[in-house]
């Protein structure tokens, strides 16, 4: 199976996210593990066209309900090379990152290794971190005013009587 995946790899960057299996926790387990032995085998070269979509589907792992999802996709950063890439474009990983590691979870042992990553991102460049969050809470205020125009508008519309 790794030699598969590297096969595609080795061909063109493929976007991760028509790859993922995201129905099963142990398929999406299997995946993190084989993207650790990716990463650490390929160049950089051949990570930098797919680096945006790889930490966002990161991300997306993080959040993952399922712990254990969560859990080995946060052990990532135990790998040097994934401490240096971040390290080296933290200025486009961070923004993609962000609502995942500081969204609280069901778990401890997610929310703890969160807050690893989050003092790892404040200790290696504080302002960076701070446009970053500041970004981030405009983003949620107008996707929430968007929300609460959308309701005002249906409200609207059920009180003069165009929808029952």
């Known amino acids: 199976y790794p030699l598969c995946a590297l096969a595609v790899s080795d061909e063109r960057p493929v976007s991760t996210q028509s790859t993922w299996a995201t129905q099963s ?15 650490d085998i390929s160049s950089r070269e051949y990570l930098l ?15 993952s309900e399922h712990f254990q999802v969560s859990e080995r996709a946060l052990f990532l950063w135990n790998k040097d090379v994934v401490a240096t890439i971040t390290a080296d474009y933290r200025d486009s990983i961070l923004p993609i990152l962000l609502p995942a ?3 609280p979870h069901w778990n401890a042992q997610v929310n703890e290794l969160n807050g690893n990553i989050v003092r790892m991102f404040k200790e290696m460049d504080a302002e960076l971190w701070e446009r970053a969050e500041k970004a981030h809470r405009y983003k949620l205020a107008v996707r929430r005013k968007k929300l609460e125009d959308r309701h005002r508008n249906w409200e609207k519309l059920r009180t003069t009587g165009i929808i029952v």
């Open 25 to 39: 926790s142990e398929k999406e387990q299997m995946f993190i593990q084989e993207l650790e032995e990716i990463l």
């Open 101 to 103: 590691i500081t969204s």
């Open 49 to 63: 066209p797919v680096l945006d979509d790889l930490f966002k589907q990161i991300g997306r792992c993080i959040q």
